[in-house]
């Protein structure tokens, strides 16, 4: 008899349901969070156990891994993908187990991809650049505008790099002011070096990467879009067709049309928050630095907003990149491009 297992997750517990093929409830059982204890609650199926549904919280790291490990195949249940229960006057993280496990059982659960574990670590740290970045982004500006509020001159970012506490203490005759610009500067610097120490260490895995190297082939892709774009993508062939990776990527619109007339819209927000940024970043730069990019920009922009043909650029990126990582090939801009 096949059986059909889902695990609701918490921050601390996990409530655990298993049925059978008829829908029938066997097991129902909220359990801490031991990895332990959870595998043996399940493995007492054996072989009979078709599968276990975890949702894609923010910690499912730990139990996915656990559970495969132990030899348990994962379903990881794209949430934003579940419609809402309808007809439902109540529900708790029961009902919300028992529900992942009849989706399973009926072949209809959304699933989202399971990163792999190798690689997933450092796409993580690489995530974390971008987080510091933007802490070190926030500093330096916070520095210039309180070199600005007392001086009434503008300080670049550059000669911002380029100070030391000595010029901070012969610039500011206020204590308050001067303790303030000091601390302000100690975290940026702090944050440069862990970024450019960051960035080592990611390139310095993958440096010599193949796919990497055909990334690195198109117009506004350096080295860390480059990065990113790889981690954040994976296993390219997950992908069933251009249209999906793009969609993934958030460079298509979200809209619904009925004769015609848009009725609205869906999720616009659903996919790859990181290969958007990458996208819109990538385009900004080959329009900069590519004449033909940048004629076919003014060409779109002549007929729409500046932001609708910036997207359309990142879109014909992101398609590009999809072939470069499906054929194992470099950039091509007739193709690419028309």
Not at 182 to 205: C, G, I, N, P, Y
């Amino acid at each position: 008899m096949k059986v059909y297992a889902a695990i609701d997750l918490h921050s601390n517990n996990s409530v655990l349901d298993v049925v059978d093929e008829a829908g029938g409830l066997l097991h129902e059982r909220r359990y801490p969070n031991e990895l332990p204890v959870i595998v043996e609650a399940l493995q007492k199926y054996g072989k009979d156990l078709v599968g276990v549904v975890v949702e894609s919280t923010y910690n499912w790291y730990w139990l996915v891994d656990g559970l495969m490990a132990a030899g348990i195949r994962v379903h990881l249940a794209h949430t934003a993908a579940i419609a809402q229960y309808a007809g439902l006057k109540y529900s708790n993280d029961y009902t919300d187990a028992r529900h992942l496990a009849d989706l399973l059982r009926l072949g209809i659960l959304p699933e989202g991809h399971i990163y792999p574990k190798e690689q997933r670590g450092l796409r993580d740290l690489l995530r974390k650049r971008g987080t510091l970045v933007r802490e070190q982004t926030r500093h330096c500006l916070s520095l210039q505008s309180l070199w600005t509020r007392h001086t009434g001159q503008q300080l670049s970012a550059n000669s911002l790099r380029r100070l030391t506490p000595e010029d901070l203490a012969n610039r500011f005759s206020d204590a308050h002011v001067r303790q303030a610009a000091a601390v302000t500067h100690t975290l940026f610097q702090t944050l440069h070096k862990q970024v450019d120490a960051l960035e080592r260490s990611v390139h310095r895995e993958l440096k010599r990467c193949a796919s990497l190297m055909h990334l690195q082939s198109a117009p506004g892709i350096g080295d860390i879009l480059g990065l990113t774009i790889l981690l954040e993508t994976g296993q390219i062939l997950r992908f069933a067709s251009v249209g999906d990776y793009a969609s993934y990527c958030r460079c298509v619109d979200s809209k619904r049309l009925s004769n015609g007339k848009k009725k609205g819209q869906g999720n616009a927000k659903s996919g790859n928050r990181y290969l958007a940024w990458a996208y819109i970043e990538a385009a900004n730069f080959a329009i900069r630095f590519s004449p033909p990019i940048k004629r076919w920009y003014d060409r779109k922009r002549s007929k729409c907003h500046r932001m609708v043909a910036l997207k359309a650029v990142a879109h014909k990126l992101a398609r590009a990149c999809y072939f470069m990582l499906r054929e194992q090939t470099d950039f091509d801009l007739t193709r690419a491009f028309g």
